[in-house]
């Protein structure tokens, strides 16, 4: 069977189409959460209204300080003033639809298993774009940095945090991996042969985060279908540091945020439209993944090779 996903016109979604079932389904399928946890892990969920406005903080003032903050006899404070830019902003109405022949139907639970499928595609579209959208903001990356037997990837890290620091003010409390530059440290550890070495090749990513003062490591392995034959890694062979909490805040100083509109059943709606011989299975949902603060954010590219 060839069955053909494409992008949803939005005349067709009414309330008769609409399905509470499967749209809890989608809400609520455990196979989801890795893929969840890795979108929240770069750009923390915001839940907002359609249109909605935050403020970008002006990060000089954010760290201003003064030596005449002495009040005078029968005078007033010095008075001062925190500016920002407010920002409009509305999320973007995405979904799939797939359609399914009723000849080529198997088992009592099709719908769901052909929901699954959509919702996995539609996070995974929104982890690739929060990947790209972290790499626009991303200082660094270029040129790729040779990794050998000689290296210190420890230190180029720490090197590349610090970096991020001194841009912020704010140091970075989250370290995002790519499976392949993960893969690249530990070989790079595992061929030098001595006790630190060794420990450090060994380092858990929780351990490695302790290490760098940081709140989190995390490594992403997830691939997408890259060309007809080929698939190829999310982030690869590069390593970020930025800073993002998980808060219900619009304006704290995350580097990302996905803002979405949740639903009255959750963050997907699902739409069914039966046909005699097929059904349309529609899944969509509202959000919009913003740098809400442009500072402090790197990248480091690695590579195998000789040092220069």
């Known amino acids: ?168 003010g704010v140091r970075p409390n989250r370290l995002l991996f790519g499976e392949a530059a993960w893969d690249l440290r530990m070989t790079v550890y595992e061929s030098q042969n001595n006790a630190v070495a060794f420990k450090a090749g060994a380092m858990s990513q929780s351990e490695l985060a302790a290490k760098f003062l940081l709140e989190s490591c995390s490594v992403m392995s997830s691939r997408y279908q890259s060309a007809p034959n080929q698939k190829s890694q999310i982030v690869g062979s590069s390593i970020y540091a930025f800073y993002a909490q998980n808060t219900i805040s619009k304006d704290e100083p995350s580097n990302l945020k996905r803002f979405y509109t949740p639903t009255e059943d959750g963050a997907f709606r699902v739409y069914c439209d039966e046909h005699a011989k097929y059904t349309d299975l529609t899944v969509e949902h509202y959000s919009s993944i913003i740098a809400t603060s442009e500072l402090g954010a790197r990248k480091l590219t690695v590579q195998e090779g000789d040092s220069e």
């Open 1 to 168: 069977m060839e069955n053909q996903i494409n992008t949803a016109t939005e005349n067709k979604f009414t309330a008769s189409t609409f399905s509470s079932a499967l749209t809890q389904y989608s809400t609520a399928w455990k196979e989801f959460a890795p893929l969840m946890e890795q979108l929240d892990f770069i750009a923390p969920a915001i839940p907002v209204g359609r249109r909605f406005e935050f403020k970008r903080s002006n990060n000089a003032q954010a760290f201003y300080s003064e030596t005449d903050d002495v009040r005078a006899i029968g005078s007033e404070f010095k008075r001062v003033r925190y500016d920002g830019e407010s920002v409009n902003e509305k999320t973007l109405n995405k979904g799939l639809t797939i359609r399914v022949d009723h000849d080529e139907v198997a088992g009592v639970d099709w719908q769901e298993r052909y929901v699954e499928i959509l919702v996995t595609r539609l996070l995974r579209n929104e982890l690739r774009r929060a990947i790209s959208a972290l790499d626009t903001i991303s200082l660094g990356g270029t040129p790729a940095t040779n990794w050998n037997s000689a290296s210190n990837p420890d230190g180029d890290i720490r090197t590349m945090i610090s970096a991020a620091a001194d841009s912020s």
